[in-house]
């Protein structure tokens, strides 16, 4: 099964910015699609972001759209999500996710992201 491993996580000031990082234990050739969710307290977790493999098709939830960036590296098997102009709203642990080319699942461990003067 694929092992996902989380990175980037931390502390911005609004309109700073973070990336995180998700490493895939296996080829990405067999992972079909990666996004991002993310929650934060009080309310239910959301798709924040997710990639085809290969970049051919992206999606971006609204409250995102025109400042996160979702994008692959193939040979490090590893998915990114590059936040720009973060808002406080934007605080919430994120969470890795991919499904596989077999129809398999799984769950990074999750990174909290905090944005805060």
């Known amino acids: 099964q694929v092992q ?9 000031q609004p309109g700073g910015f973070l990336r995180l990082s998700c490493a895939a234990s ?7 699609t ?4 993310r929650q934060a307290p009080g ?3 959301e798709l924040v972001a997710y990639i085809i493999s ?21 040979a ?11 808002k406080p709203e934007d605080t919430a642990v ?3 996710h991919v499904t596989t080319t077999s129809g398999n699942t799984a769950w990074g461990q999750g990174t909290q992201v905090t944005v805060s003067s």
Do not use: H
Not at 34 to 37: C, D, K, P
């Open 4 to 12: 996902l491993v989380e990175s980037g996580g931390g502390l911005a």
């Open 43 to 45: 309310k239910q977790r």
């Open 34 to 37: 990666m996004g991002w969710y």
């Open 54 to 74: 290969g970049g051919r098709t992206t999606y971006y939830a609204d409250p995102v759209k025109g400042r996160f960036t979702i994008s692959g590296d193939n």
């Open 94 to 96: 994120y969470y890795c």
């Open 76 to 86: 490090k098997n590893t998915v990114y999500l590059q936040m720009n102009s973060l």
């Open 26 to 32: 296996r080829s990405s050739s067999s992972i079909y």
